[in-house]
């Protein structure tokens, strides 16, 4: 069946620095990527998003590319800040099935 | 506009009860999903649902049924509850667009806990 692989697991890095997020996806048809951030006892909350027809999107401190090729996409957060502590999902979806496949996902740290 | 919203926020049940878990959005989407974290394991889904009357399997269906009679609501049941439902509980929706996949909304979430 579909899966999505998400690494690393956890992630500590110092204040300023920047942190990347890897997933791999297995179903070559999956044509939506959305990131999501959840902050300990609180919902996921979407962050940023990519489509299949796009490599790479920004917002702000954050960026996401897809490699459609190698069916794997990445969440980079630069300039990190203590309040980007949090757990990341990565997820893909297939138009027409309705259903996410999420990443286990990734814990980070950030260290002031 | 509360967006999706679940209740109870948390219970604990004793083996074998029953409950429903409800899960509400003002927001005129099309798609329902109801997922299950635990630890290291992501978000895996329960059921879902595309329209209202409809319901279909995820990952993740046994010893749960679910139910939309109206568009706006959702719900979760457990018929008899086991040690092994013990987790958080997100209700998600969407908007039903076939040309594009949108992004889910999710809930405060419903932490079950069952002895």
């Known amino acids: 069946g579909e899966n999505v692989e998400q690494h690393p697991s956890t992630l500590s890095v110092q204040e300023g620095d920047s942190a990347v997020i890897k997933c791999t996806y297995s179903d070559s048809a999956s044509n939506y990527f959305p990131w999501y951030k959840q902050e300990l006892g609180k919902r996921p909350q979407l962050i940023i998003d990519?489509?299949?027809?796009?490599g790479e999107k920004k917002d702000q401190r954050i960026a996401v590319t897809l490699n459609k090729t190698a069916k794997h996409f990445s969440l980079h957060i630069t300039e990190t800040q203590p309040e980007d502590s949090a757990v990341y999902f990565c997820?893909?979806?297939?138009?027409?099935?309705?259903?996410?496949?999420f990443g286990t996902g990734t814990r980070l740290k950030v260290l002031a | 506009n509360a967006g999706v919203t679940q209740t109870p926020k948390f219970r604990v049940l004793k083996t074998g009860q029953s409950m429903t878990l409800l899960c509400a959005q003002d927001?005129?989407?099309?798609?329902m999903y109801w997922y299950r974290q635990d630890p290291g394991m992501g978000l895996r889904l329960i059921h879902y649902?595309?329209?209202?009357?409809?319901?279909a399997k995820g990952e993740v269906p046994d010893g749960y049924n679910v139910s939309r009679l109206k568009k706006q609501n959702f719900l979760l049941g457990l018929e008899s509850a086991a040690p092994s439902q013990t987790s958080v509980y997100f209700c998600?929706?969407?908007?039903?667009?076939?040309?594009?996949?949108?992004?889910?909304?999710f809930g405060d979430g419903t932490r079950l806990s069952i002895l």
């Open positions: 990519i489509r299949s027809n796009v």
């Open positions: 649902s595309v329209g209202e009357g409809t319901t």
């Open positions: 997820a893909a979806s297939t138009r027409g099935t309705y259903k996410y496949i």
């Open positions: 927001m005129n989407h099309e798609y």
């Open positions: 998600a929706s969407s908007y039903g667009d076939r040309g594009q996949n949108q992004p889910q909304h």
